[in-house]
């Protein structure tokens, strides 16, 4: 297949319809699958205090980029949705990768404390803490950026406009 028709079916496969159908934001071009990576280490997370025997399956957890998840997933459309990543706006990319990059740590921060004894009320209370006040931010963070919430930083509002004014414009185009 030659470069030009490559690139036209890489290009069909990235139309908004396409990518809508296979549940990847046509605007954004990310997936809120990815974030199951998170999700679901967080509510497991959450039963360590109590239940100390999972934390073993919260220390097998470690970070994987939106490309090694996809590859290891059984998404359905997980090559179009690294193909999409790879074309999305740079801005929107940067911004969701800074997002992931911050949860990875609180994870990492998590995991030492699991390494303690998380039934020592301190340290359970940290967990909890982690988990209710920066991982489930976080990721809905991640979530709005993903769903293209629009960014208060956007430059897509003109000179002198107010960013709430910009916020409800990008909203309604």
Same mark, same amino acid.
């Given at each position: 297949?030659?470069?030009?028709?490559?690139?036209?079916?890489?290009?069909?496969?990235?139309? $908004?319809? !396409?990518?809508?159908?296979?549940?990847?934001?046509?605007?954004?071009? *990310?997936?809120?699958?990815?974030?199951?990576?998170?999700?679901?280490?967080?509510? !497991?997370?959450?039963?360590? $205090?109590?239940? $100390?025997?999972?934390?073993?399956?919260?220390?097998?957890?470690?970070?994987?980029?939106?490309?090694?998840?996809?590859?290891?997933?059984?998404?359905?459309?997980?090559?179009?949705? +690294?193909?999409?990543?790879?074309?999305?706006?740079?801005?929107?990319?940067?911004?969701?990768? @800074?997002?992931?990059?911050?949860?990875?740590? /609180?994870?990492?921060?998590?995991?030492?404390?699991?390494?303690?004894?998380?039934?020592?009320? +301190? /340290?359970?209370?940290?967990?909890?803490?982690? +988990?209710?006040?920066?991982?489930?931010?976080?990721?809905?963070?991640? @979530?709005?950026?993903?769903?293209?919430?629009? *960014?208060?930083? @956007?430059?897509?509002?003109?000179?002198?406009?107010?960013?709430?004014?910009?916020?409800?414009?990008? *909203?309604? $185009?």
């Amino acid at each position: 297949m030659a470069r030009a028709e490559l690139e036209g079916a890489i290009a069909d496969r990235l139309r $908004p319809d !396409v990518l809508a159908a296979a549940n990847i934001n046509p605007h954004t071009r *990310l997936a809120t699958d990815y974030l199951n990576h998170f999700n679901n280490v967080v509510m !497991v997370l959450e039963l360590v $205090p109590d239940m $100390p025997d999972m934390a073993e399956e919260v220390l097998g957890w470690a970070p994987a980029s939106y490309e090694e998840y996809f590859h290891a997933s059984h998404f359905r459309e997980r090559d179009l949705a +690294v193909a999409a990543y790879h074309a999305a706006d740079r801005g929107i990319r940067d911004e969701f990768d @800074s997002a992931i990059t911050h949860l990875d740590c /609180v994870m990492a921060e998590a995991m030492q404390l699991i390494e303690r004894d998380p039934t020592e009320a +301190v /340290v359970a209370q940290r967990i909890r803490d982690i +988990v209710n006040d920066r991982l489930k931010p976080g990721i809905a963070a991640a @979530s709005a950026i993903v769903n293209g919430a629009p *960014l208060l930083t @956007s430059p897509m509002h003109e000179a002198g406009e107010s960013e709430a004014q910009a916020a409800v414009d990008e *909203l309604f $185009p």
